[in-house]
């Protein structure tokens, strides 16, 4: 049995484009950018303790979400991928870059970032897992401020009301779990020089958490094989915010990593 719930989307034959979604959402995350991807094989996937999926056996880390995200594909006959993954599913993707880079035929980063949380971010992460267990999903409610940018509080009501809708309904135990997780995350920035497949670094360009300096770090540590993309009007939610430009990304990525994997 496997942890992980997959929502599959397309062709069930091909490359798959694996989709790993930020915090504290789930797979739905995704819908906007699938919408744009006719014609190709797509897996979403919920982290562990949301939404369909449970938690991976062990204390929550980013490794038991990639080991228990390789057992997932596996089940479903899946060896070879394209993987990207936004925020948190960044952190996602690159722990699966360290521990089954063979698993990876193309690697998009949004929104994310290779490096460790400073102390106070690290401290203030387990501050939201102990809160969350009282106060509910009111403790992650003030992320609408953070996670959407500028242009999207100015300009988008319905986005604002969709995201508000998906906060007021976290689970507890997820948020619980991703936010120790992401605490106990290493820096794998090295993780990025060792790999040698084609990639994408993708930012909104009013990202406040994810800026285009830490991109350009990601960027640099991946060489000349990394495509960059600043997605104009969008904060921390570049696949929400502007899907269109996000999923014009991907099929890029895409089909880059298929021209050359054989
Ligand atoms: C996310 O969108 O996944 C979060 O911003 C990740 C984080 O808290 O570092």
Redesign the pocket.
């Known amino acids: 049995m496997t942890t992980l719930a997959l929502h599959h989307h397309g062709p069930d034959t091909g490359l798959p484009l694996v989709l790993l979604h930020?915090?504290p959402l789930d797979a739905r995350m995704w819908d906007d950018v699938v919408a744009q991807l006719a014609g190709l094989r797509i897996v979403t996937v919920d982290a562990p303790c949301f939404a369909d999926s449970a938690a991976p056996p062990g204390d929550p880390s980013l490794d038991s979400y990639a080991d228990a995200l390789i057992t997932a594909l596996a089940a479903a006959g899946i060896r070879r991928a394209v993987v990207a993954g936004?925020?948190?599913?960044g952190y996602a993707a690159l722990a699966v870059a360290e521990s089954q880079p063979e698993l990876l035929a193309g690697i998009g980063l949004l929104?994310t970032k290779s490096g460790r949380d400073d102390e106070s971010t690290r401290l203030n992460r387990l501050a939201m897992a102990r809160t969350v267990e009282t106060e509910g999903a009111d403790a992650v409610a003030p992320l609408i401020d953070s996670?959407l940018g500028a242009t999207s509080h100015a300009e988008r009501p319905e986005l604002l009301a969709r995201f508000r809708a998906w906060l007021a309904e976290v689970p507890p135990t997820g948020v619980n779990w991703a936010q120790r997780a992401?605490a106990a995350r290493p820096d794998r920035t090295t993780v990025l020089e060792a790999l040698d497949v084609p990639s994408l670094v993708l930012y909104g360009d009013e990202d406040q958490?994810s800026p285009a300096v830490l991109a350009k770090q990601m960027a640099d540590a991946l060489g000349p094989s990394c495509v960059v993309v600043e997605v104009p009007g969008a904060g921390?939610m570049s696949a929400n915010e502007n899907p269109v430009v996000v999923a014009e990304a991907l099929r890029d990525l895409y089909n880059r990593a298929a021209a050359v994997d054989h």
């Open positions: 930020g915090f936004l925020s948190m599913g929104d996670i992401m958490m921390h």
